[in-house]
């Protein structure tokens, strides 16, 4: 399975259980605001990943939260290509192009000194 078609049966659980609902209500200026919450989720969840180590829940944990991330950016992801009037790539492609740019920047790229 890809990344995107995860990301579809994600998104369809999610939809079941409510949670884009609201978007369906919303004018298009609204609609800033709700992805906008989407993305402090997935913000939270990295909190949650933070506070896991730092309080030494264990690997279990860590990787639950580490899954939340994920969960959440694959249903927002989805949820775009859906609601949103702009046309979307492929997240599958594009992680795909990602990590091969990545792999030819230079060390620590972007970190300054």
Do not use: C
């Not at 605001?33 to 997935?42: C, L, R, S, V």
């Not at 690997?59 to 969960?71: F, H, R, S, T, W």
């Amino acid at each position: 399975m890809n990344l995107d078609t995860l990301a579809s049966q994600l998104h369809n659980t999610s939809t079941d259980k409510g949670f884009w609902e609201p978007l369906s209500r919303m004018e298009n200026q609204d609609t800033f605001i709700f992805y906008a919450k989407q993305i402090a989720m997935i913000q939270s969840e990295a909190t949650e990943v933070l506070e896991a180590l730092r309080k030494s829940h264990g690997p279990d944990k860590v990787v639950e939260e580490l899954a939340d991330i994920i969960i959440r950016t694959l249903d927002l992801w989805k949820g775009l290509t859906i609601y949103d009037s702009e046309e979307y790539p492929s997240l599958e492609e594009m992680v795909m192009s990602k990590s091969i740019t990545n792999q030819s920047r230079p060390k620590l790229h972007g970190v300054k000194g």
